[in-house]
C-alpha cells in the first residue's frame, strides 16, 4: 500500500523539475489578462453592457503600456477614448437628422447669410458652411480637449491617473479667471444628488447608446458616399461624389486637402502627447 502510495505521488513530483509548457504559459497569460480586467473592472462593466458577449479582448489592450505606463493607465485612456468617441457620434447622429429635416431659421454668418438649405446632405451642407465658419467650429473642439488632456486645473487627475473616464472636467477655474461658462455636464446642478448606483447606470446606458450611435452615423455616411451599400437607407440616402475624411474637400484640391488633413491630426496627437506627458508628471 506504501508502494502504490508512493508511485501515485511520482507525477506531482516529476512536474516541479519540469518546464512549463506553452500552453501552460498561455493559460498564465489569460490569467493575467482577466486579473488586469477584473481589478479594473472591465469584466463586471462588459458583462452589464453587454450579458451575451461579455468581457471581449482578443488583442489584449488591457495588458498594454501605452506612452510607457501601466496598464490601468491604457485602460483609462481607452475607456477614456470610447466614451470620448460614442458621445460624439450620439451628437453626429441626432445632427445629422436635425440638419437633414430642420433649417435654422437665423442668419448664419454676420454678413446676414442663411444657413445651408435641407435639400443638401448633411455632408454637402459641410461644405456649403464658409471656410472660416468650419476652422472656428474645429478650433473649439481643439480647445476642449486641451482642456480635458490637462484636467482644467491642478487639483484635476489625469483620466490615466485616476480620473474617471469620461468624466469632463469643470470650468471654474476658467470662470474664476476669464468669464462665465457653463459646464458641458450637468451645467445646472440637476444631477447634484444622483447615487453612485444611478451614475453607474447610466453609464452603463451612454456607452451602449455610444456604440450604437457609432454605427448608425458611419451606416449615415457609407449611405451616402456608396450607393446602395445600406440597403434600409436607400430611401433616404443622398449621394454624396465628396470625401467625408477630408473636411476641406471642397476648398482645395486633394493634395492640399491631405496636407491639412495631416496637420491636423498631428496636432491632436500632439494634444494626446502632451496629456500623456502630464499623466507622467502627476505620476512623478
Known amino acids: 500500500m506504501k508502494l502504490f502510495s508512493f508511485l501515485l505521488t511520482l507525477p506531482a513530483c516529476t512536474l516541479a523539475f519540469t518546464p512549463i509548457s506553452q500552453n501552460a504559459q498561455k493559460l498564465g497569460n489569460v490569467a493575467l489578462m482577466s486579473t488586469v480586467a477584473e481589478d479594473n473592472g472591465l469584466v463586471d462593466l462588459a458583462k452589464k453592457a453587454n450579458p451575451v458577449f461579455g468581457y471581449f479582448d482578443p488583442?489584449?489592450?488591457?495588458?498594454?503600456?501605452?506612452?510607457?505606463?501601466?496598464?490601468?493607465?491604457?485602460?483609462?485612456?481607452?475607456?477614456?477614448?470610447?466614451?470620448?468617441?460614442?458621445?460624439?457620434?450620439?451628437?453626429?447622429?441626432?445632427?445629422?437628422?436635425?440638419?437633414?429635416?430642420?433649417?435654422?431659421?437665423?442668419a448664419q454668418t454676420l454678413a446676414g447669410d442663411?444657413?445651408?438649405?435641407?435639400?443638401?446632405?448633411?455632408?454637402?451642407?459641410?461644405?456649403?458652411?464658409?471656410?472660416?465658419?468650419?476652422?472656428?467650429?474645429?478650433?473649439?473642439?481643439?480647445?476642449?480637449?486641451?482642456?480635458?488632456?490637462?484636467?482644467?486645473?491642478?487639483?484635476t487627475p489625469h483620466y490615466m491617473k485616476g480620473r474617471q473616464p469620461g468624466k469632463y472636467p469643470t470650468f471654474?477655474?476658467?470662470?474664476?479667471?476669464?468669464?462665465?461658462?457653463?459646464?458641458?455636464?450637468?451645467?445646472?446642478?440637476?444631477?447634484?444628488?444622483?447615487?453612485?448606483?444611478?451614475?453607474?447606470?447610466?453609464?452603463?446606458?451612454?456607452i451602449n447608446n455610444?456604440?450604437?450611435?457609432?454605427?448608425?452615423?458611419?451606416?449615415?455616411?457609407?449611405?451616402?458616399?456608396?450607393?446602395?451599400?445600406?440597403p434600409l437607407l436607400n430611401t433616404i440616402a443622398k449621394p454624396y461624389d465628396g470625401n467625408v475624411m477630408i473636411p476641406f474637400g471642397a476648398d482645395t484640391d486633394l493634395e492640399k486637402s491631405s496636407i491639412i488633413g495631416t496637420l491636423s491630426f498631428l496636432a491632436f496627437l500632439g494634444i494626446a502627447n502632451a496629456g500623456a506627458t502630464n499623466a507622467r508628471k502627476e505620476d512623478a
Open 172 to 206: 471654474q477655474e476658467f470662470r474664476d479667471n476669464v468669464h462665465f461658462v457653463f459646464d458641458l455636464y450637468d451645467p445646472f446642478n440637476f444631477n447634484k444628488k444622483m447615487s453612485e448606483a444611478k451614475k453607474a447606470e447610466r453609464l452603463v446606458m451612454e
Open 114 to 155: 442663411s444657413f445651408p438649405s435641407i435639400e443638401l446632405s448633411p455632408e454637402q451642407q459641410w461644405d456649403a458652411c464658409p471656410l472660416m465658419a468650419r476652422v472656428q467650429i474645429l478650433t473649439v473642439i481643439g480647445l476642449l480637449e486641451v482642456w480635458d488632456e490637462f484636467g482644467g486645473s491642478k487639483d
Open 59 to 106: 488583442l489584449k489592450l488591457a495588458e498594454q503600456e501605452f506612452w510607457g505606463q501601466s496598464p490601468e493607465a491604457t485602460i483609462g485612456f481607452l475607456r477614456q477614448a470610447e466614451i470620448k468617441h460614442g458621445r460624439v457620434a450620439m451628437a453626429a447622429f441626432v445632427g445629422y437628422w436635425v440638419q437633414s429635416n430642420w433649417h435654422f431659421p437665423w
Open 210 to 230: 455610444g456604440r450604437l450611435a457609432m454605427l448608425g452615423i458611419f451606416g449615415f455616411l457609407v449611405a451616402d458616399t456608396i450607393p446602395g451599400a445600406v
